[in-house]
């Protein structure tokens, strides 16, 4: 298993998870194909709802089987199969931690009922009882402490709700926009699973790698990755990927790669623009605060070098 770390596997999932006879994975996240006719390079996107579902049930027991005992397991699904995921994942004996919806803007365009903005991602956990949970990483400053200035807002931050709407769909216009894939997840939703649900050095697996996003971010956040994708274009491209960003080094003076992803995640995730941050004093201090909250690292971090890492970020 080990010559697997960190690796892209060219290969149908339910074939190549099911030759690995032990548990091995912390964390899965799964973004299949929905089956609403995606023009993928070496999947065919509309098949019989009966075969979907019973494909859908021979992948998610493959994938459970290599889950660890204590592992999570996110699966990302539209409306038409949510409720057979949710079934699916009960007979295999998973426990649902959460139902989350993500909310964003650029939707599809709809002629004759209303626009769909929001996808499903289910939260399982293999032991309701044992599993990782870093309330740490995904605390932002609560509107008590933004807005109300009450004495009762833990100092600490809350912990985000189970409607994400932070995170807008990777449109053809955006950096972030790979291009040779038609189907991107935003690395920041990434970044807020992998750093809730799993540990530096982790393995996080990604059954439909697709783009690479998993893996970037696994990387990014000091995990393991294991991707497996059917296309050796995507694979091919989604490892270019990674190369690009390993050889990319931090230039600024004052703070890690590590501490910078921390800095611009935390700036997704509050949505407040840096110019306000940088300009009042008291929204700065939370920011600074919810910071070292997510390094927990017992480090302080300094209000003058953290400005200007953000007037970096800003410019």
Known sequence: MQKLLNTIICG?????????????????????????????????DKVKKK????WTKDWMTICKKVLKPHGSFYIAIGDEYAANVKIIADELGLFMRNW??????????????????????????NDKNNFTFNDHAVRTPSDRQLIYNDR???PVGKIPDDVWDEY?????????????HPCQMPENLLKRIIAASSN???????????SGTTAVVAYQLGRNYVGVEISEKYVKNADNRL????????????FDTNELNEIKRLLSDIKIPIKEITADKK????????????????????????????EDLAD
């Not at 530096?200 to 697709?210: I, K, M, N, S, Y």
């Not at 960003?245 to 004052?254: A, C, I, P, T």
């Not at 700065?284 to 953000?310: G, T």
Request: charged content about 20%; glycine content about 4%; hydrophobic content about 35%.
């Open 12 to 44: 149908d999932c339910i074939e190549v998870l099911g030759r690995i006879s032990e548990p091995f994975a912390d964390l899965i996240f799964a973004d299949p194909p929905f089956n609403i006719g995606y023009k993928y390079d070496k999947y065919y």
């Open 51 to 54: 075969n979907y579902i019973d």
């Open 100 to 125: 989350i919806i993500w909310h964003y803007t650029f939707g599809q365009q709809t002629k004759n009922k209303f626009a769909r903005v929001h996808t499903h991602i289910f939260y399982f956990v």
């Open 152 to 154: 009762r807002a833990n």
């Open 168 to 180: 807008s769909r990777v449109c053809g216009t955006f950096k972030q926009r790979c291009g040779w």
């Open 200 to 210: 530096p050095a982790d393995c996080v697996l990604d059954p439909f790698c697709g």
């Open 243 to 254: 190369n690009q960003l390993k050889n990319k080094q931090s230039e600024n003076l004052f």
């Open 283 to 310: 929204t700065l201090e939370l920011f600074a605060n919810q910071f070292a909250v997510r390094m927990n690292n017992h480090k302080k971090y300094s209000s003058e070098k953290l400005v200007a890492a953000l």
